[in-house]
């Protein structure tokens, strides 16, 4: 059996029918030990969807079966068309309640006659051609002169989509990896929402010593990579309803979950985990081995800057991007 996921939008595939001789029963019977399995592994269930198919024969890959055939009985979704509605739901679901463009950019690179590039995934909002963008938390405004995705030219970028973006007036040091995209023309203005002065986050420790206040470990956070030291460990939590156990403990112990601040020790932007997963989700590393992860739970925001251009203006940018 192979699993498809992607937020709400979920589904089983059950291949290899012809195994089974496409039998109804057998189907219902993985179905339901399925569900039984995700729930023991805490993986909600609600609204996945069954799809029985036989690739030997194609038998409900690409259509529904023919009345008659081995897999008349099923009434549901064929495979293709389960897989078109996970599509569909990578550009509506959002892992949040962020409305806003949110691009960590991945990479950073010059292209000849085109200039400046950045690509990365949109985790939320969408982007177009002639928009401005800003990067945080370095507060450089870029605009957009196009978008490419999968090789073609593209006008719009949506959630999900995995974008290269064309910019104008910047160089290649002004972005960096681990910086994220956010529209200019946001409501707030994005200007007050940059780089992160402290978190506090939920984190669940695996390290034989422990943490305490004062530990620094490398955050790996989207694309970002910035050392973060633990400046309080404020309360220690029951792992079994996720109630507080004991505040202000001195440590958190290997295996304990509990809540702590952190502070980056360099520029760092990311969401709170309810704001946008993707942006406040985090695991923690010490000489590249994982001593705990966790979600961001709030974030204090550093005081606002003013955006800035890139380092390449009028006749500078358009030389670059024919130079490059």
Avoid at 59 to 79: F, I, K, R
Avoid at 155 to 165: F, L, S
Wanted: net charge neutral; with cysteine; hydrophobic share 45%.
């Amino acid at each position: 059996m192979d699993v498809v996921a992607h937020s709400k939008e979920r589904f089983d595939e059950c291949g290899r029918m012809d195994v089974v001789a496409h039998s109804k029963e057998r189907f219902y019977e993985v179905a339901v030990a399925m569900t039984a399995a995700m729930k023991r592994a805490a993986v909600p269930s609600d609204g996945v969807r069954f799809v029985p198919v036989c690739a030997t024969t194609g038998a409900n890959v690409a259509s529904a079966p023919e009345q008659g055939s081995a897999l008349s009985w099923h009434t549901g979704s064929y495979l293709t068309e389960a897989l078109a509605a996970v599509a569909l739901a990578a550009h509506a679901n959002v892992d949040g309640t962020c409305k806003e463009l949110r691009m960590p950019v991945q990479d950073v690179f010059r292209v000849s006659g085109v200039g400046t590039v950045v690509c990365g995934k949109i985790e939320a909002g969408s982007v177009i051609k002639g928009a401005m963008l800003l990067f945080a938390p370095s507060g450089v405004c870029a605009e957009v002169k196009s978008i490419e995705a999968h090789g073609a030219s593209v006008e719009e970028g949506r959630p999900g989509d995995v974008v290269g973006i064309s910019l104008r007036g910047v160089a290649t040091g002004d972005v960096s990896r681990g910086c994220v995209a956010l529209s200019a023309q946001a409501s707030p203005p994005p200007p007050a929402q940059l780089a992160v002065e402290s978190f506090q986050a939920t984190v669940s420790v695996r390290r034989a010593g422990g943490v305490t206040p004062g530990y620094v470990a490398l955050l790996c956070v989207h694309t970002a990579h910035v050392p973060c030291r633990i400046s309080k460990v404020v309360s220690r939590l029951d792992k079994k309803t996720g109630k507080v156990a004991e505040d202000n403990p001195s440590s958190l112990g290997d295996k304990d979950v509990g809540t702590v601040e952190l502070m980056p020790l360099r520029p760092l932007f990311l969401e709170e985990r309810a704001v946008l997963g993707p942006l406040g989700r985090f695991v923690m590393q010490d000489h590249h081995q994982i001593v705990a992860f966790g979600a961001v739970k709030s974030v204090t925001r550093a005081p606002p800057v003013a955006c800035k251009p890139g380092s390449l203006t009028g006749g500078a940018a358009g030389a670059a991007a024919e130079g490059a």
